[in-house]
Each structure stands twice: as C-alpha cells, then as structure tokens.
C-alpha cells in the first residue's frame, strides 16, 4: 500500500460535456473526484460510474455554485473532514456555467444576474473555500474554464462574454496572490466544442469560422486541463490557454 496521501480533484459542473470528459481524464491520472452537479441526478450518475470505471473513487456532491450557502453547507464540510496525512485537495477546476443568450436590448434582468452569478460568482464562491486548504498544503493547482467569447466577445452574449472576461481577470489576480504558497492558478479558453451549448448552433455555419473546419471534443479540452494539473506544469501560472482549431 502507498504511504502517498489521497488526491483530489473537484470538478464544478462535472457531470456532462467538458466537465464530464475533464472528470473522466483526472480520474485515468490518479485522482479521486469531486463531482459537483447542480440537479440532474441521472446524468451525474451515468458521469460517476463512468470515472469509476477508470478504476478510481467518485463522490458526487451536490449543490449550486451560484448559491454562497449552498456552497458553504455541502463544500465546506466536506473539506475541513480530510485529514491532511491522509487526503489531499489539489486539483480544482471550476467548470459549471451556463449561457442565457439574448441581444442587450431585450435581455431580462434575471438572464444578466443568472449568468453573472453562476459562472463568475460561483468561481469565486467555490475558488474561496478550496484556496484556503490549497494554501495551508502549499500546494494546489486551480483551472478555471474560461472561452473565447471571454476574448473576442460574441454578439448575443454580453453576459457571458462579460464572465468569461471576467474569470480571465480573476485567474490572473489569483495567481499572483498564491503563487509564492506553491499554488497555480490557470484558465482554458475552449472554442466551439461538440456539447449541450453548442448542439443547437448552426454547426455548419460555424465550421467556415474555423481553420480546422470542426468541432472541437471535449476530450481535447480535458487533455490540456490533465496537463495544467500535471508536474510538467509546475511553472505555469497566470496563463490562458486557447483551445479553438485557430478560431482566435
């Protein structure tokens, strides 16, 4: 048996789509996984056995990352119960989000304040809770997923593009302040990717916008969070990291 400590990584939004495949991909690289889901009990079921088949442990968790309380109450505990000889919480990535899309014109109020509070406040909300751990270990490595519209913007989507932007922001900030604590902190910015945001897209139409003229998989997207998560990364932090076939 390995004196090594038990390794963790929490996934928000871990139940489909990148999220699932960002799971899947940690789980074949030692971890143990959090899987943070917000309702869809079938679909973090059918995610949960899919990362135990890999051979590792699952925990599904439960709660809204846009909902501080909900966070505090599930999160929380769970986090101040590992014993630090025994358990270790050094993977992050902050995945869940959501799109509202609609012209700023006749956007409602609760598309802007949903967005807002889902993909850049729950960032913030999850982020604060593990980061205290992180720093007490002295290590850590955050990911947070950001997009291109958080580059170019996208019209129809000032709300999420302002998140995206937003998390961008963020991610820097909060490498500067924990890097001397031996913590990353690292965004990725997915393209198109083949998922429940994008299956309604005019596919076609957006395959002419792309150099590579497809889709990206969300397996693509999980092998570069691996990376950020590895020990080939150690002296990474504060990037962004576009995965687009070229888009930007």
């Keep these: 048996m390995s004196d090594r400590p038990e ?3 929490l996934v928000t939004g871990g139940s489909r789509g990148i999220g699932r495949a960002v799971s899947e991909r940690l789980a074949r690289d030692g971890f143990t996984i959090w899987l943070n889901y917000r309702g869809n009990e079938e679909a973090a079921a059918s995610a949960a056995a899919a990362v135990e088949e890999t051979g590792a442990a699952c925990r599904p ?4 990352v846009a909902d501080r309380e909900s966070v505090r109450s599930t999160l929380g505990p769970a986090i101040e119960a590992l014993d630090p000889e025994a358990a270790r919480l ?4 902050n995945n869940a989000g959501i799109t509202r899309d609609g012209i700023i014109a006749w ?7 949903d967005v807002v509070e889902t993909n850049l406040s729950g960032t913030f909300w999850v982020t604060r809770l593990v980061v205290g751990r992180m720093l007490k270990q002295r290590s850590g490595r955050i990911v947070n997923m950001t997009s291109v519209a958080g580059r170019t913007g996208n019209q129809g989507q000032t709300n999420y593009s302002a998140t995206k932007s937003g998390i961008i922001g963020f991610t820097r900030s909060l ?3 924990v890097a001397r ?15 429940d945001m994008t299956k309604d897209m005019p596919a076609s139409e957006i395959r002419k916008a792309i150099p590579m003229r497809r889709l990206g998989r969300p397996d693509e997207v999980a092998s570069v969070v ?7 990364a150690t002296y990474l932090t504060g990037s962004v ?6 888009l930007y």
């Design 7 to 9: 390794r963790i990584a």
């Design 61 to 64: 968790m439960r709660f809204d």
């Design 90 to 93: 050094d993977v992050l990535v």
């Design 107 to 113: 956007m409602k109020d609760e598309d802007w304040t």
């Design 175 to 177: 490498a500067r302040e």
């Design 181 to 195: 604590f031996g913590v990353t902190a690292n965004a990725v910015a997915p393209g198109f990717i083949e998922s």
């Design 226 to 232: 691996s990376f950020l998560c590895s020990e080939n």
């Design 241 to 246: 990291i576009d995965v687009n076939g070229g």
